[in-house]
């Protein structure tokens, strides 16, 4: 299983440009969750979807922020129009509803630097 | 409502030496808990998991965590520290049913030194 992809791994933009952040999850798993990480807020989640429907977009901070989640092998997030205080690291993790808890697989993560 | 407190945010210890993560939870019902951990620069990877079964849970690298329901703990151990287990732990929190949303604590960074 190669896990969860994202791309790119590296994003620099300068403000007010749109960015797209793409997630593969992991084959077979019905939940996707979109996170952001800083050194000032720690891991925050953004916004989850179960079998492809957004279910809580709560943390997601502004209307400049957008996801989609067309199928489910695909996930993108948008920033439009990006900011320097958009700078961090987004991190895509999938899970498989079970019997037990919700594990979630987490990707390697896109840093974004928005200059 | 679910939460979860770790105790500590830095702990430093030498190699060779015991390893100690201290994690507190707050459920309503039974949980299912996890331990996550982030090496720098990577994301987050399972280091084990658990859902009502045993309560002393075995890992990933020799880590291994109990469930303690009087205490409402669930502290994560190893042995003897390695240096490539210098990294930041999360404690996490699941609910079994209803969405499947993971509460994090605010994480743990562990320093090993020779």
């Known amino acids: 299983d190669a896990g969860v992809i994202q791309s790119p791994r590296h994003e620099v933009t300068e403000m007010g440009q749109e960015v797209t952040l793409r997630c593969k999850p992991i084959s077979g798993h019905n939940s996707l969750f979109w996170y952001r990480q800083t050194m000032m807020r720690g891991l925050e989640l953004l916004i989850y979807f179960n079998n492809n429907v957004p279910i809580d977009d709560s943390g997601m901070p502004e209307d400049r922020f957008s996801a989609k989640m067309p199928n489910a092998s695909f996930s993108t997030l948008k920033i439009q129009p990006s900011e320097p205080r958009d700078s961090a690291v987004y991190f895509c993790a999938s899970s498989q509803k079970g019997t037990g808890g919700y594990e979630q697989y987490f990707g390697p993560g896109t840093r974004l630097t928005v200059t | ?114």
């Open chain 2, 1 to 114: 409502a679910q939460s979860v407190t770790q105790l500590d945010s830095h702990v430093s210890v030498s190699e060779g030496t015991p390893v100690l993560l201290r994690c507190n939870y707050s459920s309503s019902y039974s949980p299912s808990l996890f331990w996550y951990v982030q090496h720098p620069n990577k994301g987050l990877q399972l280091l084990l998991k658990y859902t009502s079964a045993a309560t002393l849970v075995k890992g990933i690298n020799g880590f291994e965590a109990e469930f303690k329901k009087s205490e409402t703990s669930f502290h994560l151990t190893k042995p003897s520290a390695h240096m490539s287990d210098a990294a930041e732990y999360f404690c996490v929190v699941s609910p079994t049913r209803g969405y499947n949303k993971l509460i994090f604590g605010a994480g743990t960074r562990l320093a090993v030194h020779p």
